[in-house]
């Protein structure tokens, strides 16, 4: 049996290390390197983080993590999807262009996407506008 997760939070910055280590703590049967375990928690967190920040502005809501562990003959790829039930993005690939944001007045760089993008295998953007954002990523571990 493939090894899964689901994890439902509410859009609260004190949840956002919880759910990074949450994340990191499911990946530890593949034997990730501590560099792995690192880009792992750096990109829950930012997906998190623009839950919070984008889709509810710091208003109410609830974000799903999903996990799911894809075994290879050594180690295996981990497979996150982080939904939220936000605002949605109008225009995905200006998103995420490197130093895009929309809150420009806040201490936002507009670099969480392309942070994402760089520690994972392979990443993705699905979001349609008033019905939320799903963020999806892998990250092949201990292969
Ligand atoms: N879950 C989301 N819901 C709605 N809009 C989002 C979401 N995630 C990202 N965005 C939009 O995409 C833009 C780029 O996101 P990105 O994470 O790259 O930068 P940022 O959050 O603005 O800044 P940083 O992550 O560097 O603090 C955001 O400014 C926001 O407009
Ligand atoms: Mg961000």
Known sequence: MQNYMKLEL???SENESFARSAVA??????SPSFSDLSDIKTAVSEAVTNCIVHAYKGGEGRIVIECRIEKAPRGGILHIVITDYGC???DVE???TPFFTTLEND???GMGFTVMQTFSTFFKVESELGKGTRVIMQKAVGM
Do not use: K, N, V, Y
Not at 25 to 30: T, V
């Open 94 to 96: 200006e998103a995420m």
């Open 25 to 30: 703590a499911f990946a530890l049967p593949l």
């Open 10 to 12: 509410a859009a609260l």
């Open 88 to 90: 949605g993005i109008e």
């Open 107 to 109: 201490e936002r760089s």
